[in-house]
């Protein structure tokens, strides 16, 4: 079965401060994505990389940042959080575009 | 903008009956469609994927896609309590960066059902 590792699963931090989560995937899948997710406005795609160092935009990609340096781990930053950043953050990956993605349980992050 | 479009729901079923969920899709030249519940508090997972024009079945539940209507369904026969979640149609939008062609996989909004005894 894959697995998708979010090590953070709940997370509370002040506004203005750094935060960092972890993704990390076992199938050496090309692909991952971060989403985030809010009532009533879906699954909404941050930032996705289809290889090491690579990365691209997704829809909302406003006040974060990515990081991959390896295969398996792909990394979201909010360099200044604040308050609207508060939502369920999903990583998720694939072994390649078109194909099914699987999703991490899940990061649920409270910025106050 | 490419969207996916699904009704929000709710959609309340009894117990054993039929349940379908639809959604429609902006870009033709879609080729990989997929099915996800969400079960409150927790993350998507894949129920069904389907490429093919027609009917595609997976034990209780089939998925239909019609690519000229640009329709794609999701049909749960004999529901049961334990189907209510939220259902997801994922659709995968071709697309381009960086001189790369890639496919971005775009969410509806998600169609709540509830199956009642």
């Known amino acids: 079965d894959v697995k998708v590792t979010q090590s953070s699963r709940y997370l509370v931090k002040r506004t203005g401060e750094k935060v960092f989560l972890e993704c990390v995937q076992d199938?050496?899948?090309?692909?991952m994505f971060w989403y985030r997710q809010d009532p009533g406005l879906g699954l909404r795609l941050i930032y996705f990389?289809?290889?090491?160092?690579?990365?691209e935009k997704g829809d909302i990609p406003e006040g974060y940042s990515v990081s991959r340096e390896k295969k398996e781990r792909f990394s979201l930053i909010l360099e200044s959080a604040s308050t609207n950043q508060t939502s369920m953050y999903l990583c998720?990956?694939?072994?390649?575009?078109?194909?099914?993605?699987?999703f991490g349980e899940g990061s649920w992050l409270t910025v106050v | 903008q490419k969207e996916v479009e699904q009704n929000s729901g709710p959609l309340s079923v009894p117990e054993g009956a039929i349940a379908s969920l639809n959604c429609t899709y902006s870009?033709?030249?879609?080729?990989?469609f997929f099915w996800y519940r969400q079960y409150s508090g927790k993350s998507p997972e894949l129920i069904m994927f389907?490429?093919?024009?027609g009917d595609k079945e997976d034990g209780r539940f089939t998925a239909q896609l019609n690519k000229a209507s640009q329709y794609v369904s999701l049909l749960i026969r004999d529901s049961q309590p334990s189907d209510s979640a939220t259902y997801l149609c994922?659709?995968?939008?071709?697309?381009?960066?960086?001189?790369?062609?890639?496919?971005?996989?775009?969410f509806g909004q998600g169609t709540i059902l509830t199956v009642h005894p």
């Open positions: 998720a990956s694939s072994i390649d575009t078109g194909n099914t993605i699987y």
């Open positions: 199938m050496d899948h090309e692909n």
């Open positions: 990389s289809y290889d090491v160092k690579m990365k």
């Open positions: 870009d033709r030249g879609s080729q990989s």
């Open positions: 389907i490429y093919s024009n």
């Open positions: 994922a659709v995968v939008f071709p697309s381009n960066a960086g001189g790369t062609s890639y496919g971005k996989l775009t």
